[in-house]
């Protein structure tokens, strides 16, 4: 299906992107804000797509300051399932690269793998295109002192817009690409994406959701789209929460189950071994 090993960048499609994010763990439920990305074929723009992205919870007070993105602004904004059928296009058949590539591999695997139509509980890679990294490039192979985007932007001459918006990183990731891998094509002699991809050592792609083991009433719950009630024990305080679960995920082996907090009216994630009792809310 990506059948680039022998190609080089110019021959194929290429779509940049950059996301920004209600924090920084998407294992404890953190989601999408923004996504920024434009489609290269043969270095030449051919597509782009810039939009805000209604996480269904809050954003960090730490992600607000870094990125100017508010809680109002997303709260209007479409959800991911609304905008996936013009990424999907974008994307279509296309190398990504992002800066830090696994962290918007993981957030964009989590979005896809929760706008599907199935169990988001079922391992499934919904996402399956090939991604490189420009930060890894840059630590493995340069010597800048930081590799943050700002400085690799600077050091390469690289015009950069307002940081930390998706679109304006996308773009100068493009440009920082690009010279990167023209100085590894002369001083490496990594000329096609299979050397780069090599050249990058590990493999990266958006992975499935990883499979925790729920109790039987969560699990239940989970499956066939239920409202339980939950007791909840955090920071030596328990509580009730009405919950209609979405899915589970780990951050650093430790389970959560994100899911509707109907008291708030937003996602909210809770330590699976926090949940002290379950009960089912009967509807009408």
Known sequence: MFDFSEKSLAEIPVVVLDTETTGLYV?????????????????????????????????????????????????????????????????DGALLVAHKAVF??????TEYALAQNQPPQIKTIH?????????????KYFNFGYNNLGNLARQLGVRMGKAHRALNDALATAEVL???????????????????????????????????????????ALAQGQTVRLLYTAQQTERWVTFTPR?????????????R????????????????????????
């Open 27 to 91: 294992g404890q439920g953190d989601r999408l804000t923004e996504i920024g990305a434009v489609r290269l074929e043969n270095w030449q723009k051919v597509g782009k797509i810039s939009c805000l992205v209604n996480p269904q919870r809050p954003i960090s007070p730490q992600s607000i300051a870094i990125s100017g993105i508010n809680q109002a602004q997303v709260d209007q904004a479409p959800n991911f399932a609304q905008i996936k059928p013009e990424l999907d296009r974008l994307l």
């Open 261 to 284: 907090n109907h008291e708030t009216g937003y996602d909210e994630a809770l330590q699976l071994h926090f949940i002290l009792s379950a009960e089912l809310v009967e509807t009408p």
């Open 178 to 220: 690009r010279h990167l891998t023209n100085k590894l094509a002369t001083d490496h002699k990594f000329r096609t994406v299979g050397d780069l991809l090599f050249a990058q050592g590990e493999p990266i792609v958006a992975p499935p959701l990883p499979r925790v083991d729920l109790p039987e009433r969560l699990a239940d």
């Open 127 to 139: 996402l399956p295109n090939p991604w490189l990294c420009t930060l890894t490039l840059a630590r």
């Open 247 to 259: 899915y589970a995920h780990r951050h650093r082996y430790v389970p959560y189950l994100i899911g």
């Open 104 to 109: 918007d591999a993981a957030f964009l695997g």
